[in-house]
């Protein structure tokens, strides 16, 4: 159980506090409500570009790095399809550095032609070496365009295309951070040996001042129901080739949603698992397997992954995975195979709450679900599922016709046309 408290602002920012007097640390995240989901398609890559801007400098503090690592202090942040998370780590008795550094960030940032350029070339340089010249790196590149066909969730966090970075212009970079960052738009949480009242007190003389700016309300469209099975081969020069089937499922606020997690646990979690069981202990088809989800805010996708063995053609291995999905819509799991992925699921959960670090940003996230709280309902949620709710869960998001598949064959070895 995570214990907080909550307020807002004047200017809408809402703030969470979680104390914990057991640390002499604390930590600040502020989570802004914008991801890549909220880009326009011809300027992808937004979202990430601006994670690299906020640590350029703002109007009043030229180096964000330089004085919170002289109060021992260090940060880092990350972009998603539906956020952009920004978070520190500090000794308690320091936490106003953070405050400071944090604020005047979000009140106005030192747009400048040669900061932009230089962040520009750090994201073209990482889009290069991460997702086109590293073996596998491409296939969300893919894989999303191929399973969306008009949700934004069909781009990746880096972005479409490199030209949409290459050519960002100055005026676009600020209009993109004045709609979405601003107090308005965005949770705080304090977390760590520092009280409430300190907490309040620090937010509303750093913050409080910033003008709350708009609300931003998404239109995004809605992802028709895939009818039809969809299907690309690519080759590539990597060592083995590689299966990924992507099944569109229930988004993040949705009934269905735990029901399809544990589904995905049942089929691909570990080396228990009934794929990893069956393909790569039993019958060696492929070198590693396993089943995850995006965990998206909207409906998002379960994928199914693995790297085959040498000598084993894609058809064949695609055929070995349809087996499997086939047999768990076909009658309800074991009791015990459910119990078994339920304790997986909850032993995570209770590890992921030994971090501080994670109890903040849980808190966010939970906040920008509509309850702070929902951070406290999960193992509820778990253990609420049934084992008819999996059955129903399989034979709906496991059906053929919902499925997007990837065949990623390796250059060296003959392609299935052959």
Known sequence: MIDFKEFTLDNGLRVIVHEDFATPMAVLNVLYDV????????QTGFAHLFEHLMFSGSVNIPSYDEPLQKVGGENNAFTSP????????????NIETGFWLESDRMLDLAFSEQ????????VVEEFKQNYLNQPYGDVWLKLRPLAYQQHPYKWATI??????IADAQITDVKNFFRKHYSPINAILVVAGNVTVDKAKHLAEKWFGPIPSGQKYHRQLPAEPVQKQARNLEVVADVPLSALYKAYHMPSRLNDGYYAADL?????GRGKSSRLYNALVKEQKIFNSIAASMTGSMEPGLLIIQGKLNEGVSLIEADAAVEAITAEIQQQEVEAQELT???????????????????????LAYSKLLGDANLVNEEGTHIQAVTTGDILQT????????????????AKTQETTAN
Not at 115 to 122: A, F, S, T
Not at 159 to 164: N, P, R
């Open 82 to 93: 539906d956020i952009t998370n920004y978070y520190l780590t500090v000794p308690a008795a």
């Open 35 to 42: 991801g890549s989901k909220d880009e326009s398609e011809t």
């Open 159 to 164: 972005g479409k295309e490199i030209s949409h």
């Open 340 to 362: 078994k992925v339920k304790n997986q699921s909850e032993a995570s959960i209770v590890f992921s709450e030994i971090e501080l670090l994670n109890r903040a940003m849980n």
């Open 263 to 267: 589904l995905s646990d049942i089929l």
């Open 394 to 409: 399989a034979r709906q998001v496991l059906r053929p016709e919902n499925c997007s598949t990837l065949y990623y064959q």
């Open 115 to 122: 900061g932009l350029e230089v962040q520009r070339k750090v």
